[in-house]
């Protein structure tokens, strides 16, 4: 079956401006989670949503949101772009249960210029 | 809150030697244990996990990991590395119960050399 799809794969912001990501979990799963991989604080957790409810946040500012959409994809989306949000997104995708395997997507870069 | 040391950043081994990742985590609850590759502009793929039972847990690609709640480690090993598994490990706890998020350690760069 189809892995973790995200789109763009790719992109090119300018500071101040706001993106959204999208992200098609695994047929079934109804938990997803976006982390931000950057060079320097490594892989953080942003939030998890299951159901359409957020069950869990990171540590990011407000300008970090997400939803899940009753088919259970999901967008993240960063307002007011600053420098230090260049870095990988990943979406994950799980049945939901605690220890079930979380499956990663390939993941968006983004670039803010 | 719980916390992955990697204590290794990068770990350049021959091809046919054995290898060995480390991973000491910290935790006020019981774990569950992972181990993710990530290769060049890929996602992470996962290699194998600990949730209970067996101490030695067999992955993929010919990986393997034993979990050591007394020094409350997680070490990664092959017996005989290729080229192809020149890439980032990642290790990462989540805690039992309701919380559902992964905490990743830094990353070891594993190079393979021929």
Redo the contacts between chains.
Sequence with gaps: KAGVTQTPRYLIKTRGQQVTLSCSPISGHRSVSWYQQTPGQGLQFLFEYFSETQRNKGNFPGRFSGRQFSNSRSEMNVSTLELGDSALYLCASSAGSSGNTIYFGEGSWLTVV | AQSVTQLDSQVPVFEEAPVELRCNYSSSVSV?L?W?VQYP??????LL?Y?SGSTLVKGINGFEAEFNKSQTSFHLRKPSVHISDTAEY?C?V??????????????TLLTVNP
């Design positions: 569950y992972f993710y502009n890929q996602g992470l793929q996962l996990k949730l990642f990462a989540s805690g039992g119960g309701s919380n559902y998020k992964l905490t990743f350690g830094k990353g």
